[in-house]
């Protein structure tokens, strides 16, 4: 069943001639999903659909709390109102398509369309790194040297931070997906998985993928490497500094301000590490989609509730939001 690149492009520019724009050879790619069981279907249209209301409208919250409260506009919510924002493009990405198939009874998805889903997944999931790393940076910068907080960490350099992220993660993102353009595949390609990962896509090519995985490897270790280089870095100074300070509460202080951000790099970080180091070597399966929830869909749940309920000026923010208060300096 299986067609060759050769005949694929053969045939490609063929029906190109004859009907321009019209490419009826272009593969078929069916994302089978979670699960094949139809009892299950239902169950996870309403679980993934609470689970993507809420999320929206959590970071939203945030968003439009640190928007609108002076007392938020801080480098800490600068980057977490940033973060709040790639987590609702996130899910944006992945879960509609995932409920619309599951709605519709059907697990297709065009080429064009999984190309773009892919190429934004990289492009996001690759900028929260950045933004944890910011967030991390500002943390140190706070707690190891108080006295120069606001002089190092000025609005321009937060906004640079922010752009040079985005910048970079879009040219790298737009290196792997020009690389899958040249990749072939067979006429109907079923992925095991509830969105196009890239991962996945490399094992179901029927091209040579040595380059891609060489590339994925060689770009993790050089931009994956930064942003895990910098939180490290960033929390080595703030335990040497916090263990170093004679008062129990302020330690505790200064612990409880990193807490949130420890247990969201923790959870990011561990099952997506674990799930892109392993997933070019392990055999295509469904095995690695139920992880995959955990870096997609999980922590962009999670993170309104940490960042928010644990911080007094968060709730204080939301509070005045959803009764219409105006904050006052």
């Known amino acids: 069943m299986a067609s060759t690149c050769s005949t694929n492009m053969k045939s490609l520019k063929f029906t190109s001639s004859l009907a321009p724009g019209n490419l009826t050879e272009a593969p078929i790619f069916l994302l089978l999903g979670l699960t094949d069981d139809p009892e299950l279907q239902p169950i996870l249209f309403w679980l993934f659909l609470t689970m993507y209301i809420v999320t929206i409208l959590g970071n939203l919250l945030i968003v439009l709390a640190v928007v609108s409260d002076p007392h938020l506009h801080t480098p800490m919510y600068f980057f977490l109102s940033h973060l709040s924002f790639t987590d609702i493009c996130i899910s944006t990405c992945t879960i509609p398509k995932m409920l619309g198939n599951i709605r519709t009874q059907t697990q297709s998805i065009t080429y064009v369309g999984c190309m773009v889903q892919t190429f934004f997944v990289m492009?996001?999931?690759?900028?929260?790194?950045?933004?944890?790393?910011?967030?991390?940076?500002?943390?140190?910068?706070?707690?190891?040297?108080?006295?120069?907080?606001?002089?190092?960490?000025?609005?321009?350099?937060?906004?640079?931070?922010?752009?040079?992220?985005?910048?970079?993660?879009?040219?790298?993102?737009?290196?792997?997906?020009?690389?899958?353009?040249?990749?072939?595949?067979?006429?109907?390609?079923?992925?095991?998985?509830?969105?196009?990962?890239?991962?996945?896509?490399?094992?179901?090519?029927?091209?040579?993928?040595?380059?891609?995985?060489?590339?994925?490897?060689?770009?993790?270790?050089?931009?994956?490497?930064?942003?895990?280089?910098?939180?490290?870095?960033?929390?080595?100074?703030?335990?040497?500094?916090?263990?170093?300070?004679?008062?129990?509460?302020?330690?505790?202080?200064?612990?409880?301000?990193?807490?949130?951000?420890?247990?969201?790099?923790?959870?990011?970080?561990?099952?997506?590490?674990?799930?892109y180091i392993t997933s070019p070597l392990v055999e295509s399966s469904r095995a690695s989609a139920i992880p995959s929830v955990m870096y997609i869909v999980v922590p962009q749940l999670m993170n309104p509730f940490i960042y928010s309920l644990r911080n007094k000026d968060m709730m204080g923010a939301v509070r005045r939001l959803l009764s219409g208060k105006r904050s006052i300096l």
């Open 123 to 275: 492009v996001l999931t690759t900028l929260e790194n950045y933004i944890l790393a910011s967030m991390a940076y500002d943390r140190y910068v706070a707690i190891c040297h108080p006295l120069r907080y606001t002089v190092i960490m000025n609005q321009l350099l937060c906004a640079l931070l922010i752009v040079l992220s985005l910048l970079t993660n879009v040219s790298v993102s737009g290196l792997h997906a020009l690389m899958a353009l040249r990749l072939c595949f067979p006429s109907k390609v079923l992925v095991p998985h509830f969105f196009c990962e890239f991962a996945q896509l490399l094992k179901l090519s029927s091209s040579d993928t040595f380059i891609n995985n060489l590339l994925i490897y060689l770009v993790a270790a050089i931009f994956g490497g930064i942003p895990v280089s910098g939180i490290v870095f960033s929390y080595t100074q703030i335990i040497s500094s916090v263990l170093r300070m004679p008062s129990a509460q302020g330690k505790q202080k200064a612990f409880s301000t990193c807490g949130s951000h420890l247990s969201v790099v923790s959870l990011f970080y561990g099952t997506a590490f674990g799930v």
